[in-house]
């Protein structure tokens, strides 16, 4: 099964920008559509960024315009630029494949934003 070790998350003033970086072992991340996913204190994980084996990608409403995926597949490693960022990213950020999640899920990397 996959392994997936976040890290790069930190504390930072709202408007700052912080780079996710997510190493997975295996190779199926060459294959799959990997994502990056939060989770606020309270609510439930949400897909926020995703990237195709062919570097298209996508986002939800909420970050669009301030985040920005990619990936580095001789590395096994997706990224996740932050800037721009608010109080409301403050979040536990993981990534995986998708649709479905098929590798186990990492401790996260905690991001918080002060106001």
């Known amino acids: 099964q996959v392994q997936l070790v976040e890290s790069g998350g930190g504390l930072v003033q709202a408007g700052g920008s912080l780079r996710l970086s997510c190493a997975a072992s295996g190779s199926i991340f060459s294959l799959n559509a990997m994502g990056w996913y939060r989770q606020a204190p309270g609510k439930e994980r949400l897909l926020v960024a995703v990237?195709?084996?062919?570097?298209?990608?996508n986002y939800a409403d909420s970050v669009k315009g301030r985040f920005t995926i990619s990936r580095d597949n001789a590395k096994n490693t997706v990224y996740l630029q932050m800037n721009s960022l608010k109080p409301e990213d403050t979040a536990v950020y993981y990534c995986?494949?998708?649709?479905?999640?098929?590798?186990?899920w990492g401790r996260g990397t905690q991001v918080t934003v002060s106001s």
């Open positions: 995986n494949t998708v649709p479905v999640p098929k590798g186990s």
């Open positions: 990237i195709t084996s062919g570097g298209s990608t």
